[in-house]
């Protein structure tokens, strides 16, 4: 005959607090075989209850044996010798006193909850940890190349930085997303932290934003945790810095963002170029410039093709010159590096017996003065996308052989000129790093006063969402890219213990975006192996189905190790590079080209040198810093991110928006953009049903089909990703 029985129980801490969701089994022991007979999770009371079925009277169980777990692993075993009596068995209290969780919650600087948040706990090995910082104390350039493997682009190792992203080390306890009242708890074996060492744990947080990526916070490390479950103190996140567009530095404040701005965007050298050289002939009272590269021999401008016919006075170096002979302040801080060529030196002398002063970066590691600006009178300012050397030259058209450019091959660049309240945010990092070179070499002295030039700007409120608007509607046209009364935000990434602790405004911007996106990501960049970006896109369109990403890469970027990490990055948000990646659904790759047919079949790249992204056609960015480690995060390509963490490069982005007004700002931008890219007249194009992409496939597919039938007239130039191989036998690249 068969009964019924049921095993019951409550799990408590040794506070009496009841402990909730751990799994409970109930086995019954005879001789050397243990029998389930269920399990169940305990409620909320911390109660469960085991209910099963056997023969009555010869199977009444006795010797009953309670295993408690948590994914899996064992906790603790609980024995009754007993036998049930009746209809059942009761344990009553039994109490855990090992530490199996933690728990707290995140509110904003209101109190209010905020929800959505990736927290994860570790268990922190302290003497590791204290040993990292003496080993970082004492570190040098040589050693670091040496021992930490600048050049490793092992798959290995670009794994290894990618597995960073997700907490899953073996000092990983768990993870737990904060639910609508902010509240997270993690449970986990004690296995995880004693199974290297038999110890209570050192408990750190992490919390990641809303993707799961980018850490937000780190914790003081919570020394040998003995509570059941720890109660972590609340931790404060300004609600700006989780939520909107906007870049906030951990504030709630939004950084470096002004109104009232105008600005023209300059697609491609040629324009920029000349632009730069009208601007230095106009100033009247000084010129600011951060270079990365400035050959003393460099043109901006041409009459004709033939370079040669060009003398010491058409150089840039000289219309510094002829400005500073008018009594024009000429001030410049130039990149000098351990690891990266340079040419201060070589500008030093240029100017040497002149007034122009001249001032060295000194990175000692994979980082760099990259930030390329220019200020004049402090009324007009440049974000300029290269270096001044002749190489990087260009036009629209992209000609295969040009002398202009030293015959080098093609590139695609742009900058910004700016006018408005955003010159005081382009002229204040100019002054803070000039004065901060000044503490450094000269003892204080030759300092740029603040008070000379900085006029008190006022401070725009901050909310949460997207409200800031341009005063007025732009004047701009579609065969103009010239914008008036715009509002601009200035983001940085800053070396850190140089002007400041370190910023990386720009990262947070992309972070933002990213997070932010619903129709399309467009990206055009130099590089594209900063894990950080590419984790949160390959996030971004796993949650968004509806989402596309459009990128004009560099098939083989100027960095020799950046190749395989960029392979990688692209693989690891989901293309197939063995196959065509214009198969994709939601993401397209490309690359861009020139051709050359008059007497001989030639095609070359054209590199891409921007350092463009436009969103949803509401956010938009132009700057210096590349999407690696050394312009957004820190080196991590060239080690791992302890002994890179301070390599992190001067760079500086302009963002600006098109939200409720919608007048057409960024959408002007990206028509003009595509339009050289693929050749089509965009003016009048709306989005199609489907999106972008198929549109950029489109054109790529056709290239692809007229250059295997022997025809050089390529839309835009724009082929997919990773044809370079399969061309390379049937034409001269």
Partial sequence: MEKTYKISGRLIDKNKKPLDNLKVKALRSFFLRDD????NLTDTCGAFEIIYSADYPDSSPNNIKLEIS????LITTISSNNNIEGDGLEF??????????????ITDEHGDPVPGLLVAAEDVDLEKMELHSLNLIGSKIKS?????????????????????LFPFGDNFLGNAVTDENGYYRIIYPPEKYKKIANKDPNIQIIVKDKLGIFELRRTA???????????????????????GWFVTLKSQFKSRLTENNDFEILIDNQKALQKIANVIEEAESYIYLTQFEFDSDFIPQFSSLDKEKFKDEDTLAYKLLRAQNKDVAVKIIINEN?????????????????KVEVRNFPAKGPYAMHAKVLVADGKKAFIIGSPFSQSYWDTDKHLINDHRRLNKG???????????NVIHHIEEFFIELWNYLSDQCLNGECKISNDIHFKKLETIPNSQGHEVKSSKTSSNNNSSLKMENQTIQIVRSITPGTINKGERGILEAYRKAITNARDFIYLENQYFTNKYIIGALKEALENNPDLQLIMLLNEV???????????????????DLQRNVLEHPQIGAYTKWSCKFEDENKIKNCYIHSKVAIVDDIWATIGTANLDGSSLSCAEEFGNHEISANHLNMEMNALFFDFEQKNGTIENFRKHLWSEHLEIDMSDLKRPKEGWLNSWNKIARDNLKKLENGKFTLNGGILPYGEKLKLKGLYKI
């Fill in 70 to 73: 948590i994914e899996n692993e």
């Fill in 338 to 354: 351990a690891i990266i060529p340079d040419n201060y030196r070589e500008l030093r002398n240029y100017f040497k017996g002149s």
């Fill in 410 to 420: 093609p590139l695609h660049d742009v900058s910004i000129y700016l006018e408005g």
């Fill in 144 to 164: 670091f190349i040496k021992e930490e493997g600048i050049l490793d682009n092992s798959i290995g190792f670009i794994k290894d930085q990618y597995n960073l």
């Fill in 92 to 105: 009553k209290s039994i109490i855990i006193d090992v530490n199996i969780g933690i728990e707290g919650r």
């Fill in 221 to 243: 490390v919570y020394e040998n945790v003995k509570d059941v479950i720890k109660q972590i103190d609340k931790i404060i996140i300004n609600r700006a810095e989780i939520e």
């Fill in 557 to 575: 970027p100027d960095v020799p190790t950046y190749r395989s990490w960029q392979n990688y990055g692209l693989e690891f948000i989901g293309l």
């Fill in 36 to 39: 389930e007979l269920g399990y």
